[in-house]
């Protein structure tokens, strides 16, 4: 099974190949009358067309069932540069400076019981409920619209770190022995980061529909 790469992938036999093609390229250059445009150049502006909410709701049921089509929009240069600030935001999300969220922790004596996990999303007041015990506040409402499919990204964190039980008992026994406590101080700093990659990638999307207006 060949390897793959955002501009390049291999095939079984270790042969490379670009992921734009060469007729791709020309297409590119002939249409902007630009020789200096890249393969590269070209991968960033197609990031940038697939995360363009007009271009997401024109193509919506053909993005279901074939390949994405790539208009031509006017100002290649602007495109492939949103593209590249996007790809930068989405693949160093863990470097990312962490929003600055507020927590909220009871005192454990007070509530009197053992921690259990929650890891629920409160939209409408901008609140993440990490357990009983403690309560992220302050998530911008425009942090949730940065979506992975049907999820925002924040779901998506709260949604992979959620403990599940197994049906099958021997596993539930044996097997099932995650615990979100273990891993709790690293996912509330995950969603931190995650909340700002969630912001500027708002922002920029938004330069996109200004520019389209």
């Known amino acids: ?30 249409h902007y009358k630009d020789k200096a445009i890249s393969k590269e150049n070209i991968f960033h502006y197609v990031y940038a067309v697939l995360h363009h909410p007009a271009y997401r709701a024109k193509y919506e049921i053909n993005l279901k069932r074939e390949f994405p ?35 909220e922790d009871k005192d454990s004596e007070t509530i ?4 259990e996990p929650r890891l629920m999303a409160r939209k409408e007041n901008g609140v993440i409920e990490m357990d009983t015990l403690t309560t992220l506040k302050g998530v911008p409402a425009e942090a ?13 964190i709260l949604e992979r770190y959620k403990e599940r039980k197994p049906k099958d008992p021997t596993i ?14 690293r996912v509330i ?20 529909e200004a520019t389209s207006k």
Not at 11 to 29: H, P, S
Not at 112 to 115: G, S
Not at 145 to 156: D, I, N, P, V
């Open 69 to 103: 089509r790539i208009p031509f929009y006017d100002d290649f240069g602007k495109w492939a540069a949103w593209g590249k600030q996007l790809m930068d935001l989405h693949l160093n999300y863990e470097s990312a400076k962490p929003y600055r969220l507020i927590r």
């Open 144 to 156: 949730w619209e940065y979506r992975l499919g049907t999820y925002s990204a924040l779901e998506w």
């Open 172 to 185: 539930r026994e044996k097997f099932n022995t995650y615990k979100f406590a273990d891993y709790k101080e």
């Open 189 to 208: 700093d995950l969603l931190g980061r995650v909340c700002t990659v969630s912001v500027e990638t708002m922002k920029i999307i938004g330069q996109m």
């Open 1 to 30: 099974m060949g390897s793959t790469s955002p501009l390049y992938r291999y095939t079984a036999d270790g042969e490379r190949m670009d992921n734009i093609t060469d007729w791709a390229l020309e297409q590119f250059q002939k």
């Open 112 to 115: 009197r019981k053992a921690i």
